[in-house]
């Protein structure tokens, strides 16, 4: 008897070792998923921002040349086109917690709590 219950203990802990392993496993592959996920948010969010500035700025840039040509003045066209500018940066600077921080936060959360709420709804 003590022969068959040293060997069922003996099953017993490689069985344990085997699930604490393949937990380990699980929650490494987990944390992969999450970081890769969020780097991949990140780098689009860095690319999506980027584009767009290109895109004011080679927007400015065109209509202070547009209106130097029409109105022959090139200078008040990029006194203008920089008033533009400055008025968005300002109107960025007063929203950028709305804008930028919130949606940051909620797609973080939603990369990092998605598996716990998938068990929940379980």
């Not at 921080?101 to 709590?113: G, Q, R």
Request: charge should be neutral; avoid cysteine; aromatic fraction near 14%.
């Amino acid at each position: 008897m003590s022969k068959d219950l040293a060997k069922n203990i003996g099953e017993l802990n490689g069985s344990v070792k085997s699930y604490v392993q393949a937990k380990v496993d699980l929650a490494k592959l987990t944390l992969l998923e999450k970081v890769s996920r969020s780097i991949s948010y990140l780098f689009n969010m860095i690319v999506v921002t980027l584009l767009f500035s290109l895109v004011i700025g080679f927007g400015a840039a065109a209509f202070a040349v547009w209106y130097g040509q029409t109105y022959h003045n090139y200078f008040e066209g990029v006194l203008i086109a920089g008033g533009f500018l400055i008025i968005v940066a300002v109107g960025f600077l007063l929203f950028r917690k709305k804008i930028v921080t919130n949606s940051v936060i909620s797609n973080f959360s939603e990369i990092l709590f998605e598996e716990d709420e998938q068990e929940k709804e379980s």
